[in-house]
């Protein structure tokens, strides 16, 4: 952006009063974070135009971000005051009144923007506000109707579902559809210790055909579809997916196991739909389907019967035979391969395949690192943890964690002093800790021998070196 911000300066050097180079200058500097010099461009495009609805809307932005929110309020209200269908002003007040808490406010503030501007819809504050209910919302708890992402009106009945479960809290909007997670995640590939070669793999699998949409195109070459990735439990998997959408500062639209099952039992395939619509509104998006053998399981038994629809449901959603999915990736996660339907890994649905192993030696040191970066360390020699951790997870790792922090707080309760973790400390509770890679493999081996048509399991089988790189 900074390079462009010189362009747009240049340009009105010689056009100092030309109002779009104005605010494309001060959009710009607000998305870079250079407050004032926003503040500025947007003043002088007053100065010419004191009704400029935009400008106007920008200076109460920019109060927003100096920390001045009563300001900020203030210049929203007048602009809808005086322009009712500003979509946008009625999205920085519910901005502001989350800030100041008053979450019934910021509902209703927020239903309105987004009613007037379906495109405004915002993750971010979907998450801040998920299980507020619109205040004109009286209904006594029998049957909710909620707007979804597609405009449309679903009903739940609420007395068949408990309510208690409030990791799924299912008010409001996207949540209807008790998602597990619906952002755009800050987690990119820093955040995720090791795991070169996997990145590497993601890089040319999925984040540079994306990037390069023209090139695909021009060959007739389709992008989008689905990415399978398989492993053993814990390492890093679910992680390595919302890297990937953090990477591409893509949304990140992820189900997992309850959700899928959820479906199963309500054999709604009318959500499965829903899912899909909000991923393409949302788009560029990936959504992830965590233990997506939950869904996508070779259980003709079940392909009979009711749940039938859900799976031709899910099908049809990811051939996007009634919908374009471009700029959506579906991600399915599983520990379980053998167990997918091979319908699921035709062409244009899982159609590519990414095995994640534990991490080697320099990965585990790396995670190690990234792990430390949260606690007090004192002397820390990753590399000598890495050594003792062979087979080890990422998941196992930070267990490892756990464990010596436990003992360790043991300790530092008995003298009130926060004593730092050692590298000892560490090797000693990763001797505690039996690996949960090993059996995986042990599966993993009999069908990557026995089962492993076109080659589906040869990344298993050169892991082992049973199969030459
Ligand atoms: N490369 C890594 N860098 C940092 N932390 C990691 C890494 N790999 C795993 N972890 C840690 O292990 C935890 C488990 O990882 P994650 O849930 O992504 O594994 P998974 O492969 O999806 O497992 P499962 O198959 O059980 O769903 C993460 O929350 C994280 O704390
Ligand atoms: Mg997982």
Redesign the pocket.
């Known amino acids: 952006m900074a390079q462009n911000l010189d362009a747009l300066r240049l340009a009105l050097q010689h056009s100092p009063d030309n109002a779009p180079l104005l605010m494309l200058l001060a959009d710009g500097c607000l998305e870079d974070g250079l407050v004032d010099e926003a503040e500025q461009s947007f003043q002088r495009v007053l100065s010419h135009d004191p009704a400029h609805a935009e400008a106007r809307l920008g200076l109460a932005r920019v109060a927003f971000l100096q920390g001045k929110p009563s300001q900020a309020a203030v210049r929203a209200e007048q602009i809808l005051s005086d322009t009712p269908a500003c979509a946008a002003a009625y999205l920085l007040l519910a901005r502001i009144h989350i800030t100041e808490n008053d979450l019934t406010r910021a509902r209703a503030m927020y239903d309105k923007g987004v009613a007037l501007n379906r495109s405004l819809a915002d993750p971010g504050i979907e998450k801040d506000l998920h299980g507020i209910k619109p205040a004109s919302d009286d209904d006594s708890g029998r049957k909710r109707a909620a707007i979804t992402s597609s405009g449309s009106h679903i009903e739940s009945a609420n007395g068949d579902k408990s309510d208690e479960d409030d990791s799924h809290p299912r008010g409001g909007t996207a949540f209807d559809l008790g998602l597990a997670d619906f952002e755009k995640p800050k987690l990119n590939f820093a955040?995720?210790?090791?795991?070169e070669a996997l990145k590497e793999e993601i890089r040319m699998k999925i984040i540079y055909p994306l990037q390069h949409a023209e090139l695909f195109k021009a060959y007739d070459k389709k992008i989008g579809g689905g990415v399978l990735?398989y492993?053993?439990?814990?390492?890093?998997?679910?992680?390595?997916?919302?890297a990937t959408a953090g990477e591409i500062k893509a949304n990140f639209i992820a189900l997992g196991l309850h959700q899928i099952l959820d479906m199963w039992i309500g054999n709604s395939e009318k959500n499965m739909h829903e899912v899909f619509e909000l991923a393409r509104q949302n788009a560029p998006s990936i959504l992830f389907f965590?233990?997506v053998d939950a869904l996508a399981a070779d259980r003709r038994d079940l392909r009979q019967s009711a749940g039938r629809n859900l799976i031709n449901a899910f099908l049809s959603e990811m051939d996007g035979a009634e919908s374009d999915n471009d700029g959506v990736l579906i991600i399915g996660?599983?520990?379980a391969p053998w167990h997918i339907d091979p319908a699921f890994r035709r062409p244009g649905r899982f159609d590519r395949t990414i095995f994640?192993p534990p991490?080697d030696e320099g990965?585990r040191a790396?995670?190690i690192e990234?792990?430390a970066r949260k606690k007090p360390i004192g002397e820390l020699d990753p590399h000598a943890l890495a050594k003792k951790t062979d087979g080890f997870?990422?998941?196992?790792?930070?267990a490892v964690f756990d464990l010596a922090t436990e003992e360790v707080l043991n300790h530092a309760m008995k003298t009130g002093k926060v004593i730092p973790l050692t590298t000892k400390d560490l090797i000693k509770a990763a001797s505690r800790h039996k690996p949960t890679t090993k059996a995986w493999f042990e599966s993993a081996k009999n069908y990557a021998m026995y089962s492993n048509q076109s080659g589906f399991y040869d990344d298993v089988l050169k892991h082992l070196g049973l199969l030459k790189r």
């Open positions: 955040g995720v210790g090791g795991m990735l492993g053993p439990p814990g390492v890093g998997k679910t992680l390595i997916s919302k965590d233990e996660a599983t520990n994640v991490p990965g790396a995670i990234v792990m997870s990422g998941a196992d790792i930070k």
